[in-house]
């Protein structure tokens, strides 16, 4: 049986991961997590899907702490905790997503991760979503490397 999280969301894209299917790492959130995602969806990637019209392909979302250790993410991410998904519309550039969602929607942390002007599909959107409503920052961040080839956030304002 599948799970939906929303009309166009199944727990199985939230949770998928190649390098936990490569490693044998499990990757099962616990029934706290899954009402975390369900609200991601609900509130964030589902009207993304229905304001664009388009497939939203979900690269990263719930990661397990063994998963976390094993890609080299903080067990406090927001991923850990059912609350975030990286995701792209192929075809759509990932800074008109971003911008929509800025504009449009609540969310704790908005992430345009490794975008770039000159190749608009590149990189991908991070988002995240805080059950307590309250808690939503409405956080909107670009991620770029450095010239040491660090990652760096910068606040965006406005749009990108």
Same mark, same amino acid.
């Not at 770039?116 to 990189?123: L, Q, V």
């Given at each position: 049986?599948?799970?939906?999280? #929303?009309?166009?969301? &199944?727990?199985?894209?939230?949770?998928?991961?190649?390098?936990? =299917?490569?490693? @044998?790492? %499990? /990757?099962?959130?616990?029934?706290?997590?899954?009402?975390?995602?369900?609200?991601?969806?609900?509130?964030?990637l589902?009207?993304?899907?229905?304001?664009?019209?388009?497939?939203?392909?979900?690269?990263?979302?719930?990661?397990?702490?063994?998963l976390?250790?094993?890609?080299? #993410?903080?067990?406090? &991410?927001?991923?850990?905790?059912?609350?975030?998904?990286?995701? =792209?519309?192929? @075809?759509? %550039? /990932?800074?008109?997503?971003?911008?929509?969602i800025?504009?449009?929607?609540?969310?704790?942390?908005?992430?345009?991760?490794?975008?770039?002007?000159?190749?608009?599909?590149?990189?991908?959107?991070?988002v995240?979503?805080?059950?307590?409503?309250?808690?939503?920052?409405?956080?909107?961040?670009?991620?770029?490397?450095?010239?040491?080839?660090?990652?760096?956030?910068?606040p965006?304002? @406005?749009?990108?």
């Amino acid at each position: 049986v599948i799970m939906q999280l #929303s009309k166009n969301f &199944s727990l199985i894209e939230l949770t998928k991961s190649q390098t936990a =299917e490569r490693k @044998g790492i %499990p /990757n099962d959130p616990s029934a706290d997590h899954i009402e975390n995602l369900k609200l991601l969806c609900e509130r964030v990637l589902q009207p993304v899907r229905d304001h664009f019209n388009h497939v939203v392909s979900i690269s990263s979302g719930y990661r397990s702490p063994e998963l976390c250790i094993a890609i080299g #993410s903080s067990l406090e &991410s927001q991923h850990a905790k059912g609350m975030a998904a990286d995701f =792209e519309i192929f @075809g759509t %550039p /990932n800074n008109e997503i971003a911008n929509w969602i800025k504009n449009n929607l609540i969310f704790d942390q908005l992430i345009l991760e490794y975008w770039n002007s000159d190749e608009p599909n590149s990189g991908w959107v991070h988002v995240s979503y805080d059950p307590d409503f309250n808690q939503n920052r409405k956080s909107y961040l670009r991620a770029y490397k450095d010239e040491s080839n660090k990652t760096q956030y910068s606040p965006i304002t @406005g749009e990108i």
